[in-house]
């Protein structure tokens, strides 16, 4: 299975709550920081549709979350 990537950054609090909702719920994910890379951020933006909003969550079916919240994490992810 494929893994989730969260687009993110360490001062992001929507970031820190998704990526604490993932490991509570056992799901691996891949995070990359946008923060501190500019291709990275432009990629995020790109896969957001243009929106700045992060964190940005790209699924293994390659479904976006932008800004999730916990219940739209759960319903989007099995667990």
């Known amino acids: 299975m494929a893994e989730i990537v ?3 950054a360490d001062w992001c609090g929507d970031c820190r709550r998704a990526k604490a909702w993932l490991r509570e719920h056992g799901v691996a994910f ?3 920081d946008v923060e501190h ?6 990629k995020a933006i790109e896969i957001a549709g243009g929106r700045k909003n992060i964190p940005v969550v790209v699924l293994p079916d390659g479904k ?7 219940t739209q994490l759960a319903e ?3 667990v």
């Open 30 to 32: 891949t995070e990359v």
């Open 6 to 8: 969260l687009y993110g």
């Open 64 to 70: 976006v979350l932008v800004e999730p919240t916990n």
């Open 76 to 78: 989007a992810i099995e």
């Open 37 to 42: 890379d500019d291709a990275a951020r432009d």
